[in-house]
């Protein structure tokens, strides 16, 4: 069975890691290419845009895929989208691995918005020391607020000629520490966290030390998913893949 697992998560690269130890499957990732020095998953890794829903039903046949796996971030919606469409028209099985999105708990301050547009605008008011954590491709929607001081985390720098809101670039990858955010938001006087509801436990600890410190956090929700057959972890994506097996797909 060959399976074309979409990635660029953690949960990706485990599920691959998991996958490829599976006697009768053959996983392929793909990743789209977006991170410079991207942690690679083990086994065999193609990286970049497919074209499109035609480019990746042309993919499908073209390498006999059996199974599409889509692991991507929950907040990748065009290529989710792509991957329901492409798997109909090539008339192929499709699980979407999405982890669970983070649950509001006694004690968060957040202040629940559906886009980063929206949450630009309630910074507006409301702010003066933001820690901005949406990742560098969604920099843009923030540059207009100049009277605002960010500091901006995400792996790779924004391109030379990014719209960049005023403040700091901080260039780093999680897993992140609950001592070390606690650090960063105490250091910069930080009174508002803005942070996409993405979920697992590698940038937690940021919604932790807010809530410790008593710190807004301004969590951008996730947009719709595709309908589809759906889990939450790798556990039970490998389960999904075994019964394909066992019931020739
Ligand atoms: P997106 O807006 O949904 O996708 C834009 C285009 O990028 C897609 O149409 C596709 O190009 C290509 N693409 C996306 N994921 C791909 C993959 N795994 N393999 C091959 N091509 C892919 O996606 P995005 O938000 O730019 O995210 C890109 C990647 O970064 C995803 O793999 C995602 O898991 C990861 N990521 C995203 C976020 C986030 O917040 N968006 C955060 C962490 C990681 P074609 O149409 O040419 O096929």
Same mark, same amino acid.
């Given at each position: ?27 392929? @990732?793909?990743? /789209?290419?977006?991170? =410079? ?8 890794? !193609? +990286?970049? *845009? ?36 492409? @798997?109909?028209? /090539?008339?192929?099985? =499709? ?8 649950? !509001? +708990?006694? *004690? ?142």
């Amino acid at each position: 069975m060959r399976v074309l697992i979409l990635g660029g998560t953690g949960d990706a690269a485990e599920l691959m890691a998991r996958v490829s130890n599976i006697t009768g499957i053959e996983a392929i @990732a793909s990743l /789209a290419g977006r991170t =410079r020095k991207p942690t690679l998953p083990s086994g065999k890794v !193609r +990286v970049g *845009g497919f074209g499109g829903v035609s480019g990746l039903v042309e993919y499908l046949r073209q390498l006999q895929v059996d199974v599409l796996i889509d692991a991507t971030h929950p907040f990748a919606q065009q290529i989710s989208e792509n991957a329901a469409r492409a @798997a109909q028209e /090539a008339s192929i099985p =499709r699980l979407m691995l999405i982890r669970r999105p983070w649950e !509001r +708990v006694s *004690g968060d301050r957040w202040l629940e918005v559906e886009s980063n547009i929206a949450a630009a605008s309630v910074l507006e008011n409301q702010a003066k020391r933001v820690f901005l954590t949406v990742g560098r491709q969604e920099l843009s929607a923030f540059a207009y607020l100049q009277n605002i001081w960010f500091l901006m985390r995400m792996i790779d720098p924004p391109d030379a000629d990014a719209l960049v809101p005023p403040g700091m670039i901080l260039c780093d990858r999680g897993p992140f520490a609950l001592e070390d955010e606690k650090q960063i938001l105490i250091q910069h006087n930080i009174d508002t966290i803005v942070s996409k509801n993405s979920g697992g436990d590698a940038t937690y600890p940021k919604i932790i030390a807010a809530r410790e410190l008593g710190i807004q956090v301004v969590m951008v929700n996730r947009p719709a998913v595709p309908p589809g057959e759906q889990v939450a972890d790798v556990d039970s994506a490998v389960k999904w893949l075994l019964e394909k097996i066992v019931n020739g797909q």
